[in-house]
């Protein structure tokens, strides 16, 4: 099916814009963002892959690799500053679970607004905790290139948890903002895909 239509309205809403996706592990965070990215023509932007690529202190680093979530002022420290790198000025972000920790929800929005990208929108990738574990099982990284340091069994079962208890209550926060998209995730990759565009329309046009 010919998305150009709907891209072009949802790219016209956003504008330079801010965009950020949630999900447990294995609910197609880095997929979903990637693909909505080029979509839109964004620039995709993942705390993940930022804290992976920085000077992290050992012991914090050592916690991440474990599963759980870094402490919010070393977070902010070296995230928040990505938001304002030249390379993402008049581009709209899709932000990949970019303050997921309770408590760094405010802080996040204001940055996004301070830096020319506000948040206009939150997606969560709703996924069931069985469909996780057989992604897991036959990721490809557990396949071909043996299991990222995070990815083991009891990593995941660690970051499930943080999840849970700490993630969860931010998507409450967007949901109570108005600023939330629930997307069934479970499903064939492509048919979230059009979910996502699809849903996202429908959002933008129901705030006009």
């Not at 998305?3 to 950020?20: C, Q, V």
């Not at 592990?25 to 920085?54: C, M, V, W, Y």
């Not at 996780?132 to 009891?154: L, M, N, V, Y």
């Amino acid at each position: 099916m010919d998305h150009s239509e709907t891209i072009k309205d949802i790219r016209t809403w956003l504008g330079t814009g801010s965009i950020n996706i949630f999900g447990a592990p294995f609910a197609g965070k880095d997929t979903h963002g990637q693909r909505l990215a080029t979509s839109l023509h964004a620039k995709l932007l993942g705390g993940g892959e930022i804290l992976r690529n920085s000077q992290v202190p050992e012991h914090i680093r050592s916690e991440n690799v474990a599963g759980k979530l870094i402490p919010s002022d070393a977070y902010f420290e070296m995230v928040l500053p990505y938001l304002k790198r030249e390379k993402f000025a008049g581009s709209p972000l899709i932000l990949s679970s970019v303050g997921r920790r309770q408590g760094e929800e405010t802080a996040i929005m204001e940055a996004t607004a301070a830096s020319g990208h506000p948040m206009k929108a939150a997606i969560f990738l709703n996924v069931d905790e069985k469909v996780i574990w057989e992604r897991w099982e036959h990721s490809d990284s557990r396949r071909h290139r043996g299991p990222r340091a995070d990815d083991s069994k009891q990593a995941l079962e660690v970051r499930l948890a943080e999840f849970r208890d700490k993630t969860l209550p931010v998507v409450d926060f967007y949901r109570r903002r108005g600023l939330l998209i629930d997307i069934d995730s479970n499903r064939a990759k492509s048919e979230v895909s059009r979910d996502i565009l699809e849903s996202l329309l429908k959002f933008s046009k129901s705030l006009k």
